[in-house]
């Protein structure tokens, strides 16, 4: 059955939002004043913080490269809140040119903005759902249309599981996930972790008990078994700097003070 | 000067390796590497080409911030590059501050427009919500006005908020007529109780919702039947906002409800509340007596109506009993009593907390003169008589079925007594009817039809509260009077003979029943006592009976009593007497049994080879009767006690009703007691329940039957002793079991 048409919660402008924290992570100014506020007291713990969050950004490049080189032109982005720059489909398209892409989130503002975005992409679209409501996501007409065909797809969870308390049964969500997925199909995913800076945890998830969207950093053990069922790719789950880069300059002397995981996996 | 010459390579290499790493690591190759080219080209022009053009350097600050180079580290980075650059003319400062306010006056851009976009998304996003908002509330309010159940709303203090018309309907007006009225208002004499308690809690936040059938009274005046849903709503702290109620007008199913129930409850022909009502309400009474509650019944046996009946035809013969009945309603409702009508012309009258025999005997009186008068009925002038039986008892004491075997057999007496009178029940006459009318003319195949069986009534050490034995009592489950027990029919079994297979029987039964208990629980095993009636100690076979039993069952002998009764042996040179030394010396142990109801001639008691005596239930059951002396009863059951206990022998008390008999038993020294408050005789399952849930390993703490009826263990000194905690005197909780026979002292 569809969900009921309720009155879609999370438009409290005057909680801070993980979506708008992130974009001003990232020095963009989609975000309030709330936002920033919080943001800036978690830098003022935490100052490596937007650095991490670029090299969440630039994980979420590269796996989409090596998705869409690998010929991958299907993308489903969960929790792809308020893409400043370096939106999925831009990246995909200069491997795949009809790469589409569905986007789904389930704050209002990060939708709204997304529709006024991507309002003249023909190939895109923006879905508004709750991973934790996994059956509703993949029974949205948007993205049973991705996954219809067969084609492989690529699922994207950047910085979203962590988003998903033990409560809400992240290894369920990931199986019915992947059960959706045709064979050939992608995870690419990243999470805030437990390992690197196990110093910084507490008070960083203290902070993000404020929002709507408390925060629960994992070990590389649990994030790892979040792959169960993928066939993980080269190099398998490691910092977020080492997987795959550009070259090996690039990766730093202390890629763990990037704490962040990832990894991508296929379904064979 | 050759690098100022050709800034090229070096600066090209350090521009681009900034801009590949922070920010840029995130930005695609497709667009990096051709904004480093191209920032990088500006760069060199702006530096070198004449004219001198600044803007060059601002377009750079501004494809930057067009990327997404945000950082201000950027900036800093980006301007201590460019002034480390040797330039010609001077140009150095005027290029990093072209540079820097293009790179400023695009981020500026940047952010507005950003701002712009994130608000402008918020709107949308709020309106959205608006739109749903609206949407929703039209929803709601189109199903709050069209539910075909009456719904309202209303505050906490019970002022009404809101009705719908389905509600108005149910009062029979629109919902405007609700307005201004109040919850309190709403009252109805037959409200079921509790329905405002439950009111009052909800609305004082103690509970979530209620429900009920209530009746409410329509703006006509009419009584409207619904079944009423009250549910409290909450504001975001938590206290209590509204109240919601949902009614649906049951009336039509309530009516024929009632009708239903008062056809299945009543006679048609008189009115009267019929057979069904009268068991049921009979039944509630013995549900949970107090302990001292008694109650009468009065049997009515219409005199001569069959002659009525079949010399003036069946028809007037019903206008008799209507009248009959009207007139012993009239009689007796008013007294509190209930009139039933069992059938036929038999009639019964209930009193419910009656207060002894004499008012019992008072209605019985009250139907009698009822009756005197002859009844007119057309030109006929009908003289009815009733007789009557009249059975007075306390509650705790009987069962329903019992006590109206009892009283229609006391009627029977009253008629054979010769009619228009009433009799009151006995219990002798009422063993002797019950075995004169049915008992001994069935009794010789019932033991062939597998009609008899055992019942186990606890014996309980009165030291610890622990249940050390069992007493079987062998019941009969009688096709016609249902279950008796051993005092309606152990007489007649007695007189037939019969009581010599039925013995053996029973002890064949009880002795593989006690072994099977031993096999189950050890040592924590029941010891088994088995009546033996005075045919069966006289007889020839008993030892060789018994020991045949116990080889047979593989239960060992110190594991059974025999009870005999004071008249079992009746001198020295009885034969009886060589018997039950035998069994003794075999080891099974024999205890006289209902002691000091017989004519007890003490000095062969010090010759009998008992070890036990068990007092007579009907010494305790007397320390309650309000026509005998407490005190003294109590005498002599001290008195037995320390008799017992000088002859060497344990005392047993027999029909222990209530905690403070035993507690008072045990301190004059009684050793053991069985009754009601112990348990009353049960199925053998129930007895190994108990034995296990007595298991000393599981109960610690949990004492078996430690309720609320145990006694302090400060006067358990012997529980003290050994460290565990049993209660002193404890008081089982035992089902009741579905039907027994009248009392007998042998299982009080």
């Known amino acids: 059955m569809a969900r009921p048409n309720w009155v879609p919660a999370g438009t409290d402008l005057d909680k801070p939002n993980a979506a708008r924290v992130y974009d001003y992570y990232l020095g963009g100014s989609h975000n309030f004043e709330v936002d920033r506020q919080m943001a800036r007291r978690a830098i003022e713990l935490w100052p490596d913080l937007p650095m991490i969050m670029r090299a969440n950004r630039a994980f979420l490049r590269r796996a989409t490269q090596y998705v869409a080189a690998e010929g991958i032109s299907r993308f489903l982005d969960i929790g792809s809140g308020i893409p400043t720059f370096g939106a999925v489909h831009e990246v995909a398209r200069e491997y795949r040119p009809d790469a589409r892409v569905v986007y789904v989130d389930m704050d209002p503002v990060a939708v709204a903005h997304s529709r006024l975005i991507l309002a003249d992409e023909d190939l895109c679209w923006i879905v508004d759902a709750d991973l934790r409501n996994t059956d509703d996501l993949l029974a949205r007409p948007e993205v049973e249309d991705l996954l219809a065909p067969g084609e492989p797809v690529a699922v994207i969870l950047n910085a979203v599981m962590h988003f998903v308390t033990e409560d809400d049964g992240p290894e369920k969500i990931l199986a019915k996930l992947r059960e959706a997925l045709p064979s050939g199909s992608a995870l690419i995913l990243s999470h805030a972790s437990l390992e690197g800076r196990p110093d910084q945890a507490g008070a960083h998830q203290d902070l993000y008990r404020s929002t709507p969207t408390p925060l629960t950093m994992r070990t590389r053990e649990q994030i790892t078994a979040m792959f169960d069922g993928f066939d993980l790719v080269e190099p398998g789950v490691v910092y977020l700097p080492e997987w795959r880069p550009d070259d090996d300059a690039t990766v730093g002397p202390h890629p763990e003070r990037m704490t962040g995981m990832a990894g991508v996996g296929r379904l064979s | ?748």
């Open chain 2, 1 to 748: 000067m050759s690098e100022a010459a050709a800034p090229g390579n070096g600066f090209h290499a350090a521009w681009a390796a900034m801009l590949r790493t922070g920010h840029g690591a995130a930005v695609r190759p497709g667009v990096l590497n051709p904004l480093i080219a191209r920032t990088a080209e500006l760069l060199h022009r702006a530096a070198q080409e004449h004219p001198f053009r600044p803007d060059l350097a601002g377009q750079v600050g501004a494809l930057l911030i067009d990327n997404h180079f945000t950082d201000p580290q950027l900036l800093a980075d980006a301007v201590q590059l460019i002034q480390s650059q040797p330039v010609p003319d001077d140009r150095g400062p005027a290029l990093s501050g072209a540079f820097a306010a293009g790179w400023a006056a695009a981020l500026r851009e940047r952010t507005l427009r950003e701002q712009e976009a994130i608000r402008l998304a918020a709107d949308t996003a709020r309106q959205e919500v608006e739109k749903a908002l609206r949407a929703s509330e039209a929803r709601f309010r189109a199903l709050f006005e069209s539910a075909a159940i009456g719904i309202g709303l209303g505050d906490t203090d019970g002022n009404i908020l809101a009705v719908n018309r389905a509600l108005g309907d149910i009062f029979g007006g629109g919902p405007e007529d609700m307005q201004g009225v109040r919850v309190n208002d709403l009252v109805h004499p037959e409200d079921t109780p509790g329905v405002w308690e439950a009111y009052e809690e909800l609305i004082s936040g103690k509970r979530e919702y209620f429900q009920f059938d209530k009746p409410y009274y329509r703006r006509d005046g009419e009584v409207v039947w619904t079944h009423l849903t009250v549910s409290l709503i909450r504001d975001d702290d938590g206290s209590p906002l509204y109240q919601v109620a949902m009614l649906e007008d049951v009336t039509d199913r309530y009516r024929l409800q009632e009708r239903l129930r008062h056809q299945a409850t009543h006679d048609p022909l008189t009115g009267l509340p019929n057979r069904a009502a009268f068991f049921e309400r009979l039944e509630r009474l013995f549900e949970s007596p107090e302990p001292d509650a008694r109650f009468g019944l009065c049997y009515v046996d219409l005199d001569g109506f069959k002659v009525v009946n079949d010399s003036l035809g069946h028809d007037m013969g019903d206008q008799l009993l209507t009248v009959v009945a009207g007139r012993l309603e009239s009689a007796l409702t008013p007294l509190g009593h209930l009139v039933a009508r069992l059938g036929g012309d038999e009639f019964v009258v209930l009193l419910e907390n009656c207060r002894g025999e004499q008012e019992a005997v008072a209605a019985a009186k009250t139907v009698l003169a009822a009756l005197t008068k002859p009844v007119v009925i057309g030109d006929h002038r009908l003289a009815v008589g009733a007789s009557v039986g009249v059975l007075e008892r306390r509650i705790a004491s009987t069962t329903p079925g019992a006590a109206v075997r009892a009283a229609d057999l006391t009627l029977y007496r009253a008629k054979e007594a010769g009619r228009g009178r009433w009799t009151l029940f006995d219990p002798k006459e009422n063993a002797r009817a019950v075995s004169r009318y049915a008992v001994s003319v069935r009794m010789p195949t019932a033991l062939d039809r597998g009609e008899f069986f055992i019942d186990y009534q606890p014996m309980i050490d009165l030291s610890n509260g622990a249940m050390t034995g069992v007493e079987a009592l062998v019941r009969w489950r009688h096709p016609q009077l249902g279950v008796l027990g051993p005092e309606e029919f152990v007489g007649v079994a007695e007189e037939t003979g019969l009581i010599m297979p039925l013995g053996r029987w029973v002890l064949e039964q009880a002795c593989e029943q006690a072994a099977e208990w031993v096999a189950a629980f050890g040592d924590r095993a029941p010891k088994l006592s088995v009546n033996l009636a005075v045919r069966q100690a006289r007889n020839a076979g008993l030892v060789a009976d018994i020991e045949r039993v116990l080889r047979t069952t593989g239960l060992d002998p110190s594991m059974l009593q025999l009870e005999i009764t004071e008249s079992t042996v009746v001198g020295p040179e009885d034969e009886a007497l060589k018997a039950l030394h035998a069994l003794v010396d075999m080891g099974v142990s024999l205890a006289v049994d209902d002691f000091g109801t017989g004519w007890s001639n003490l000095a062969y008691l010090r010759d009998l080879p008992v070890s036990n005596l068990k007092i007579a239930g009907s010494f305790v059951g007397d320390l309650h009767d309000p026509a005998k002396d407490t005190h003294l009863g109590w005498r002599i059951v001290s008195g037995l006690v320390s008799l017992a206990h000088t002859l060497g022998l344990s005392v047993t008390a027999e029909g222990v009703e209530s905690r403070a008999d035993a507690e008072r038993l045990r301190l004059m020294g009684c050793d053991l007691a069985q009754g009601w408050h112990f348990g009353r005789p049960v199925r053998p399952a129930e007895i190994a329940r108990r034995i296990a849930e007595a298991d000393p390993e599981r109960a610690a703490g949990t004492a078996p039957g430690a309720g609320p009826e145990g006694v302090d263990r400060r006067h358990a000194p012997d529980a003290a002793a050994d460290g565990k905690h049993h209660p002193a005197v404890s008081a089982p909780e035992f089902a009741a079991e579905p039907e027994i026979a009248p009392r007998g002292d042998d299982e009080r």
